[in-house]
DNA sequence: GAATTGTCACCAG
DNA sequence: CTGGTGACAATTC
């Protein structure tokens, strides 16, 4: 019996995003890819499984996606089945424990998962498939500057800049 | 901002 | 082990 691997698409004010699940969790979210380019990288992500569109089995959790998108605060508790090397699911798991409005540095992180380089977290963070759910868009360079995203530096702009808005500040940031 | 160079742990074979 | 690789980091203009 093959693997089932349902997924669907949602729109949000970042643009489309498709969500993809196996029997044990989300397997991937996607933001912006065409939708044919999106369907084959699942394909060949799972070149055993069956893929097949799910999009009335997957309201539920096209809904609470796009509430994530919109509102950063927000966490849906929703089964996340990762998959990767260990030291990926040891960097996605790491990312999660980030607080809303909080950013890290490649380099910095690496040091608190115990290794010296920050490329290979960069390496294990590129390999992220569920997007927003592992704020990945809250690592950036040392220097402070946005270095890139998989799904668009833009996004990553903007993710950030919906956080700073959701992030509690004791005073007012001012005009800006 | 763009280009250049140094660096090394991780992954696949 | 060997070889290839990077969403880096620091420097320079």
Redesign the pocket.
């Known amino acids: 019996m093959r693997e089932v691997i349902r997924f669907a698409w949602g729109n949000s004010s970042l643009g489309e995003f498709m969500v993809a699940t196996s029997d044990k969790g989300l397997v991937a979210l996607e933001l912006g890819s065409s939708r044919g380019s999106a369907e084959e990288a699942l394909r060949i992500r799972f070149p055993d499984a069956q893929v097949v569109s799910g999009q009335l089995e997957l309201v539920d959790i096209l809904d609470k996606i796009t509430r994530v998108i919109e509102e950063p605060r927000f966490v849906p508790e929703l089964p996340l089945d990762m998959r990767g090397?260990?030291?990926?699911i040891e960097v996605w798991s790491m990312l999660r424990l980030l607080p809303i409005g909080e950013t890290i540095?490649?380099?910095t992180l690496a040091a608190k998962l115990g290794?010296?380089?920050?490329?290979?977290v960069?390496?294990a963070?590129?390999s992220?498939p569920l997007a927003v759910l592992v704020p990945?868009?809250r690592?950036i360079?040392?220097?402070g500057?946005i270095?890139?995203?998989?799904w668009g530096v833009k996004r990553k702009r903007e993710l950030l800049a919906r956080e700073r808005r959701a992030k509690p500040l004791p005073t007012s940031e001012g005009a800006g």
């Open positions: 090397t260990a030291y990926e540095s490649y380099g290794t010296r380089d920050a490329r290979d960069t390496k963070i590129a992220n990945c868009h690592v360079k040392k220097d500057s270095s890139g995203y998989r």
